[in-house]
């Protein structure tokens, strides 16, 4: 079955910097997703991307999705204490079909 | 902002009992899902559904598991004779398209 695979699994940086979470599917994917749980949370909806090649920003944070539509990036530029949660990625084969989740990237921010 | 409801926030019960997880997605929105985290772990898909039936499950969805929209605002999960391994946070889903959706606060499911 499809499987979706995120690396780091954790990721501490130290306010301030960057860092990179790379997701990839073992699929091609119709779109990916990208969700953040704050501790002790529910997954809460950053962003969708559909075409290949997609690049979207939100303040701080860059997604990319890759050309073959296999993989995806998450950036995030210049961490605050506010960025701390798990961030997902999930994918669609297909619109409407299911969401699978990635594992996560667990990011810690070291003041 | 809408939200997502769902009750109880935290469900303890004896193993091989029936519980009933209740979920009140937003009310214009369409697609629904149930989706579940053990502690720690990856979100795990269960069901969606949309058009008053299924229209996706997955391997963990089976006979034990039933999905109702009983009043056209609830959406339910039950599970028949629970098991240890069932402990988990399930969470109720929503979405007026099929992406995008809108997480519930989850419901903590404790089997002893």
């Known amino acids: 079955g499809q499987q979706v695979m995120q690396i780091p699994q954790y990721q501490h940086v130290q306010e301030g910097e960057d860092f990179t979470t790379y997701c990839n599917s073992s699929?091609?994917?119709?779109?990916i997703q990208w969700y953040k749980q704050r501790p002790g949370g529910h997954p809460v909806f950053l962003i969708q991307?559909?075409?290949?090649?997609e690049v979207k920003k939100q303040k701080r944070l860059t997604f990319q999705f890759g050309e073959a539509k296999k993989n995806s990036s998450l950036h995030i530029t210049a961490t605050q204490t506010t960025d701390v949660g798990t961030y997902f990625c999930?994918?669609?084969?297909?619109?409407?079909?299911?969401?699978?989740f990635g594992g996560g990237t667990r990011v810690l921010v070291k003041p | 902002e809408p939200e997502v409801t769902q009750t109880p926030s935290h469900q303890v019960t004896q193993m091989g009992q029936e519980v009933i997880l209740r979920c009140v997605p937003i009310s214009n929105h369409l697609y629904f899902y149930w989706y579940r985290q053990i502690l720690g772990q990856k979100v795990e898909f269960l069901v969606s559904f949309y058009n008053n039936e299924i229209s996706e499950k997955s391997e963990i969805f089976d006979d034990q598991f039933s999905v109702e929209r009983p009043d056209g605002s609830n959406f339910t999960l039950k599970i028949r004779s629970t098991k240890l391994e069932d402990s988990a946070m399930y969470f109720c889903?929503?979405?007026?398209?099929?992406?995008?959706?809108?997480f519930g606060s989850g419901t903590r499911l404790t089997v002893v």
């Open positions: 889903a929503s979405s007026v398209r099929p992406y995008g959706y809108t």
């Open positions: 999930a994918g669609q084969r297909a619109a409407g079909n299911k969401l699978t």
């Open positions: 699929t091609t994917l119709s779109n």
């Open positions: 991307l559909v075409k290949s090649g």
